[in-house]
């Protein structure tokens, strides 16, 4: 026999040994020694990164490091969230540069016109796939906000914080003048130019910083009108419609009659300080006003009423930031649960103890809006308030309404010329899309 063949003869005889031994061994009596079962694992801990633009000191930024991520960790204890603010001016760049380079964070604070670009470039995760109880949320926020994250098909994000303009009337210029109500409609706010203008030339009914997107879209919305259609596929017809060309009317002729004031093409003093000083009636601005005020102006009070209706009724722009999940996470169900908790009542709440207007409705009813100074009609607006057109060319479009409402009241063209080929070009700009 081969060493080989007799070495395996050997081992399978003591195998067939120890298997006779161990049939013949009696089973064992009395109570077994108890064993104790293995220990469930414990969930993996991984870490998240959270970009946002935050400024490093500010208040925001304290109480998301110093209260709400502390609290997030506590209730996800194998859940560590980095946060990282980075300069706005700073944050595109930088989030594409990692896109590119394939270490982009988990999750971002974004502005809302970023949404349907970075949507565009396959960079989010659209969020009603990837969110089992995306429609819960969904449900939860202001349908403006909301709106913001809508490209193609799905939604990309949800809104973290908001903000809309609502009307500031000068009280004591109205009482000044006569006039016991600030305007409720568009028509209110014309009637009463003459009034406002007896008090001196150098007084105007209302006031804005220009006569861009975020400073005309109210009015258009107002009137009825609009920039493209709902698909986002023309702006001939919607631009150049109507009730948009009403719109840029009314602000030239109010131009020309001194009820609007001069600040709108870069002249004299600006909306904010002119209401302080009793120059402006009115104005459409945002919540961070309030602060401003209690610095520059602390003995001008702001009163706030919403915008003045037209046709179209009260509408006035969103602003904010969406919260939104990068595709090239590693970490995307740790990352939802962080996104959840955005979304939930004491996040909300928190944040607007530092100036971030929240974007959950059922919060209208809470004590602390009702009992909040000013932030009540802030979000009885948002409840008709509109987002500027979400596309990835967005910032294009900007551009060319703006020319066009500059060439409108510099009367270098007609309002519906400079209107229909302001129409003209964003019809061909997304036809490129």
């Not at 914080?161 to 000044?176: G, I, L, Q």
């Not at 969406?322 to 996104?339: G, P």
């Given at each position: 026999?081969?060493?080989?063949?007799w070495?395996m003869a050997?081992?399978?005889?003591?195998?067939m040994?120890?298997?006779?031994?161990t049939?013949?061994v009696?089973a064992?009596?009395?109570?077994p020694?108890?064993?104790?079962?293995?220990?469930?694992?414990?969930?993996?801990?991984v870490?998240?990164?959270?970009?946002?633009?935050?400024?490093?000191?500010?208040?925001?930024?304290?109480?998301?490091?110093?209260?709400?991520?502390?609290m997030?960790?506590?209730?996800?204890?194998n859940v560590k969230?980095?946060?990282?603010?980075?300069?706005y001016?700073?944050?595109r760049?930088k989030?594409?540069?990692?896109?590119?380079?394939g270490v982009a964070?988990?999750?971002?604070?974004?502005d809302i016109?970023?949404?349907?670009?970075?949507?565009e470039?396959?960079?989010?995760a659209?969020?009603?796939?990837?969110m089992?109880?995306?429609?819960?949320y969904?449900?939860?926020?202001?349908p403006?906000?909301l709106?913001?994250?809508?490209w193609?098909?799905?939604?990309?994000?949800?809104?973290?914080d908001?903000?809309t303009?609502?009307?500031?009337?000068?009280?004591?210029?109205?009482?000044?003048a006569?006039?016991?109500e600030?305007p409720?409609?568009?028509?209110d706010?014309a009637a009463?130019?003459a009034a406002?203008?007896?008090?001196?030339?150098?007084?105007?009914?209302f006031a804005?910083g220009?006569?861009?997107?975020?400073?005309i879209?109210?009015?258009?919305?107002?009137?009825?009108g609009?920039?493209?259609d709902?698909?986002?596929?023309?702006a001939?017809?919607?631009?150049?419609?109507?009730?948009?060309v009403?719109?840029?009317?009314f602000w030239?002729?109010?131009?020309?009659?001194g009820?609007?004031?001069p600040s709108?093409?870069?002249?004299?003093?600006?909306?904010?300080?002119?209401?302080?000083?009793?120059?402006?009636a009115?104005y459409l601005d945002?919540?961070w006003?309030?602060?401003?005020?209690?610095?520059?102006?602390p003995d001008?009070?702001?009163?706030?009423?919403?915008m003045?209706?037209?046709?179209?009724?009260?509408?006035?722009?969103?602003?904010?930031?969406?919260?939104?999940?990068?595709?090239q996470?590693?970490?995307?169900?740790?990352t939802?649960?962080?996104?959840?908790f955005?979304?939930?009542?004491e996040?909300?709440?928190?944040?607007?103890?530092?100036?971030?207007?929240?974007v959950l409705?059922?919060?209208?009813?809470s004590?602390?809006?009702q009992?909040?100074?000013?932030?009540?009609?802030?979000l009885?607006?948002?409840e008709?308030?509109?987002?500027r057109t979400?596309?990835?060319?967005w910032?294009?479009?900007?551009?060319?309404?703006n020319?066009?409402?500059?060439?409108?009241?510099?009367?270098e063209?007609?309002?519906?010329?400079?209107?229909?080929?302001?129409?003209?070009e964003?019809d061909?700009?997304?036809?490129?899309?």
């Amino acid at each position: 026999m081969k060493h080989k063949d007799w070495t395996m003869a050997l081992l399978s005889g003591l195998l067939m040994l120890g298997l006779v031994v161990t049939a013949c061994v009696p089973a064992a009596t009395g109570t077994p020694e108890p064993t104790e079962a293995p220990l469930p694992e414990a969930p993996e801990a991984v870490t998240i990164a959270f970009w946002h633009a935050y400024n490093e000191v500010s208040p925001e930024n304290e109480m998301l490091v110093n209260t709400l991520i502390p609290m997030f960790e506590a209730e996800h204890p194998n859940v560590k969230v980095e946060s990282l603010p980075v300069p706005y001016d700073e944050f595109r760049q930088k989030l594409l540069t990692s896109m590119a380079g394939g270490v982009a964070p988990d999750l971002i604070r974004a502005d809302i016109i970023w949404v349907p670009e970075l949507a565009e470039l396959g960079a989010l995760a659209p969020l009603d796939e990837t969110m089992p109880d995306f429609e819960e949320y969904k449900a939860k926020v202001f349908p403006g906000p909301l709106s913001t994250n809508f490209w193609k098909g799905h939604y990309y994000g949800l809104p973290l914080d908001t903000n809309t303009r609502v009307w500031f009337w000068n009280k004591e210029m109205y009482e000044a003048a006569g006039i016991a109500e600030p305007p409720q409609t568009i028509d209110d706010v014309a009637a009463q130019c003459a009034a406002i203008k007896a008090l001196g030339e150098d007084k105007y009914v209302f006031a804005d910083g220009g006569i861009y997107p975020w400073a005309i879209l109210p009015w258009i919305w107002s009137f009825g009108g609009d920039i493209t259609d709902p698909e986002i596929t023309k702006a001939t017809g919607y631009l150049n419609g109507p009730n948009t060309v009403t719109a840029y009317e009314f602000w030239l002729q109010s131009l020309k009659d001194g009820c609007l004031a001069p600040s709108v093409l870069g002249s004299g003093v600006d909306a904010g300080t002119g209401y302080a000083q009793d120059l402006y009636a009115n104005y459409l601005d945002g919540p961070w006003m309030y602060p401003i005020y209690e610095g520059q102006f602390p003995d001008k009070q702001l009163h706030a009423t919403l915008m003045p209706a037209g046709d179209g009724g009260s509408v006035s722009v969103v602003g904010g930031e969406d919260i939104v999940l990068m595709q090239q996470s590693q970490h995307k169900e740790a990352t939802m649960e962080f996104i959840r908790f955005t979304l939930s009542p004491e996040y909300q709440l928190k944040m607007a103890e530092v100036g971030q207007l929240m974007v959950l409705s059922e919060l209208l009813e809470s004590d602390y809006i009702q009992n909040h100074p000013y932030y009540g009609i802030f979000l009885e607006q948002l409840e008709t308030a509109k987002a500027r057109t979400p596309h990835p060319a967005w910032t294009k479009m900007d551009e060319i309404i703006n020319n066009a409402g500059q060439a409108i009241l510099r009367e270098e063209k007609t309002v519906q010329q400079a209107l229909d080929e302001a129409a003209a070009e964003i019809d061909a700009l997304l036809a490129s899309q």
